[in-house]
């Protein structure tokens, strides 16, 4: 069974920082873009940042473009997003998501049904 677990969610004030992490299994981790995305209250889910398998190339929203940072660790199935700087409005559950890749630039913004596997998310609350 395919399993997308995150973890390193939590309170943290304005401006403070925290490491999420998206650990993989039982799938071929390395050949699927992961996406991290976004979901407060009331508001639309948001994909925040996205790094593909085929280039390692790296996608940002605007709203946190130059506060939070993508990697992936192929070597341990695992994708971090660093992010810093947070703000009040960083205040979301956020999910991990996995999309096979096929060199298709982006997969920042798809539809809910077109990622392979999702996690169960993890909340993240920032204080003001």
């Known amino acids: 069974e395919v399993h997308l677990v995150e973890s390193g969610g939590g309170l943290v004030q304005t401006g403070g920082s925290l490491r999420l992490s998206c650990a993989a299994s039982?799938?071929?981790?390395?050949?699927?873009?992961i996406t991290w995305i976004r979901q407060a209250p009331g508001k639309e889910r948001e994909g925040v940042s996205c790094?593909?398998?085929?280039?390692?190339?790296?996608y940002y929203s605007d709203s946190v473009k130059g506060r939070f940072t993508i990697s992936r660790d192929n070597a341990k199935k695992t994708v971090y997003l660093q992010m810093n700087s947070l703000k009040p409005e960083d205040t979301a559950t956020y999910y991990c998501?996995?999309?096979?890749?096929?060199?298709?630039?982006?997969?920042?913004?798809?539809?809910?049904?077109?990622?392979?596997?999702w996690g169960q998310g993890t909340q993240v609350t920032v204080s003001s």
């Open positions: 039982a799938f071929t981790f390395d050949d699927y873009a």
């Open positions: 998501a996995a999309v096979a890749d096929y060199g298709l630039g982006s997969y920042l913004n798809l539809r809910f049904f077109e990622y392979d596997y």
């Open positions: 790094i593909n398998s085929s280039d390692g190339r790296e």
